[in-house]
């Protein structure tokens, strides 16, 4: 079946522009997640999504971030006012349930890059 | 909290020597643990996962690890290298029992293989 959709997978911006990433989970997938992977931070938490629950945006690096997710399916992830040190793989994954024990699946990540 | 550590950010064998990626964790309280495989532009890629059943798991590609609760360890091994293996490998932790699945990762051990 169809794994995780993530668009677009490249994208080249100049600082201070807005950003939008979009992130499809697994068809049922009530689970979804955000995570960063950056040369000097490695791997990151973002933020996380369950059904309709308020999301933990505890990972989120700044009050330019924000995530939705829609319908408890796609869900975007919006960086306001990109500055350099927001380059990065933005990566997602989604999990069948809410337990730490499911293992989630990822996309292939979008590759932001600031000028 | 939950942390993870990764002994050697790069590993070199030759193909059909011993793989043995190390990782050993840290955790307040019993955690999952998980091994996870990126190739290049690519997302993370389960190989397998410790969820408190058998300490020793086996996962896809030839691969297990065993978990050692004495050594808080989790290293993950492969008996005979093949070229295919070369990729970067990510150690993850999550809490254990009844919480949600946010990943503590490692950072991450490039393995190269000879021929």
């Known amino acids: 079946g169809a794994g995780v959709s993530q668009s677009p997978s490249n994208k080249v911006t100049e600082k201070g522009k807005d950003v939008e990433l979009r992130c499809d989970p697994i068809?049922?997938?009530?689970?979804l997640y955000w995570y960063r992977q950056s040369l000097g931070q490695g791997l990151e938490f973002l933020i996380y999504f369950q059904g309709n629950s308020a999301p933990d945006k505890s990972g989120l690096p700044s009050d330019r971030f924000s995530a939705e997710r829609t319908g408890g399916s796609v869900s975007t992830l919006t960086i306001q006012r990109t500055q350099q040190e927001d380059s990065a793989v933005y990566l997602c994954?989604?999990?069948?349930?809410?337990?730490?024990?499911?293992?989630?699946?990822f996309g292939d990540g979008t590759r932001l890059s600031i000028l | 909290a939950q942390s993870v550590t990764q002994l050697g950010s790069h590993v070199s064998v030759s193909e059909g020597a011993l793989v043995l990626l190390r990782c050993n964790y840290s955790?307040?309280?019993?955690?999952?643990l998980f091994w996870y495989v990126q190739y290049p532009n690519q997302g993370l890629q389960l190989l397998l996962k410790y969820t408190s059943a058998a300490t020793l798991v086996k996962g896809i590609n030839g691969f297990e690890a065993e978990f050692k609760k004495s050594e808080t360890s989790f290293h993950l091994t492969k008996p005979s290298a093949h070229m295919s293996d070369a990729a970067e490998y990510f150690c993850a932790v999550t809490r254990g029992g009844t919480s949600y699945g946010k990943l503590t990762f490692g950072q991450g051990t490039i393995l190269t293989v000879h021929p």
């Open positions: 994954a989604s999990s069948s349930d809410r337990y730490s024990n499911q293992p989630q699946h």
């Open positions: 955790s307040s309280v019993p955690p999952y």
């Open positions: 068809s049922g997938h009530t689970a």
